[in-house]
């Protein structure tokens, strides 16, 4: 059995990520909010809105986004809500707003429900036959002059499929869409430029590789775009400066910050500058390089099951997950389980065994891991 206490056999990046100290970098950064929050003094805003700051420019840093062009948000649902009731009255009206079958369910939900309150066709492109993911193909295939805005997933989490987003945009643009990025599956381990190619906006969370706190979201959205929005959720922050209280004179910030509405949310996006600073020391391509490596041999490990693989074969067509496929949701839910007092943490969706080894995962867990597998697959049989 692993100790769970060095997270040896984890491999639930695609939930929630770790790395080396972050239980020790969270509580130091929760103990001096506390420090400072509590303080009998008028400190408090200036090292919250600091702190704040600080996690914006390190997600900066992260995909390469201009000063003024990047703010929080709670989650990729509430990004897109926000961008979205922001933009033009009536710019999508009796047009389509396109996304896969494999994006995020949350924010498929979220665009269903908003279709009918503001008269857009909600276009789903369907699974590529015979895969279990949309081919950058078919999702052009449906892509037309009427689609006014599109949302591409980066790396799915039902098949951890990575999409090759050059052609996409390079389609988008001459189809005169807007085009937005879910990056949430990737960031913090693929490399990913919002400047290259240039999309509209941009969507993720600081949980998964990046390995912060849930509700440390982020929205960027590229400089021209940023004038013609008006975001519904305005307030005192939405303003050039937020202390400009004439209640007749209020003008939206000429940046990102017209979405910051209200008093700002900050405790989330202090709670992940810990591992936002960490992620900034790594050197991503050996982070990468090694993710590979493991993924290989969980591959090679699963094949010699005959367990069906569930994700892309090639190494460039995937994200940091691998899928496998087992009989049945009940042979997964027992998998997991036995795994799991063994010491090795992962996850199932229904009969989809996801496995996504990280920096604090040990390669030899791997070998632990199918060695339960195995047992457990032969239980099964006898």
């Not at 924010?107 to 857009?120: D, N, R, T």
């Not at 600081?206 to 305005?234: H, Q, V």
């Amino acid at each position: 059995m692993l100790s769970n206490t060095n997270h040896g056999g984890y491999f639930l990046y695609h939930s929630i990520g770790m790395y080396p100290g972050k239980e020790e970098g969270l509580s130091a950064a929760m103990a001096e909010y506390a420090a400072a929050w509590s303080a009998p003094n008028d400190g408090q805003w200036g090292y919250v809105l600091g702190r704040r700051q600080e996690f914006i420019d390190l997600w900066r840093h992260e995909i390469n986004a201009p000063e003024g062009t990047l703010t929080t948000c709670e989650s990729v649902t509430d990004g897109l809500h926000r961008l979205i009731r922001a933009l033009p009255e009536g710019m999508l009206r009796d047009k389509r707003v396109l996304v896969a079958a494999d994006c995020f369910p949350s924010l498929h939900f979220l665009l269903a429900g908003l279709a009918p309150k503001l008269g857009f066709t909600l276009h789903t492109v369907p699974l590529s036959e015979g895969k279990a993911w949309v081919e950058a193909e078919d999702f052009i295939a449906h892509w037309g002059r009427d689609v006014a805005l599109a949302l591409i997933t980066l790396v799915t989490s039902t098949a951890s499929a990575r999409v090759d987003l050059a052609p996409l945009v390079a389609h988008g643009r001459e189809m005169g869409s807007l085009i937005g990025v879910d990056i949430t599956q990737a960031a913090g381990l693929l490399p990913f430029d919002a400047q290259e190619p240039k999309v509209d906006f941009v969507l993720s969370t600081s949980l998964k590789w990046i390995c912060g706190t849930s509700g440390a979201g982020i929205l960027y959205i590229d400089a021209p775009l940023i004038p013609s929005l008006n975001p519904e959720g305005r307030g005192w922050f939405s303003q050039d400066n937020p202390f400009s209280w004439d209640l007749d004179a209020f003008d939206y910030a000429p940046d990102i910050r017209r979405f910051d509405g209200g008093t700002p949310s900050a405790l989330a996006a202090l709670a992940s500058v810990p591992a936002l600073k960490w992620q900034a020391t790594q050197d991503r391509p050996q982070m990468l390089d090694r993710n590979r490596q493991m993924v290989e041999r969980i591959i090679a490990r699963a094949d010699a099951l005959d367990l069906p693989l569930h994700s892309p074969r090639d190494a460039g067509a995937r994200g940091g997950t691998v899928i496998l496929r087992l009989a049945d949701a009940e042979q997964a839910a027992a998998m997991v389980t036995a795994l799991g007092a063994e010491g090795f943490s992962v996850d199932c969706r229904s009969a989809l065994l996801r496995l996504s080894p990280g920096v604090v995962t040990r390669v030899d867990a791997i070998e632990g891991l199918f060695d339960v597998m195995a047992a457990q697959l032969k239980r099964r049989v006898a």
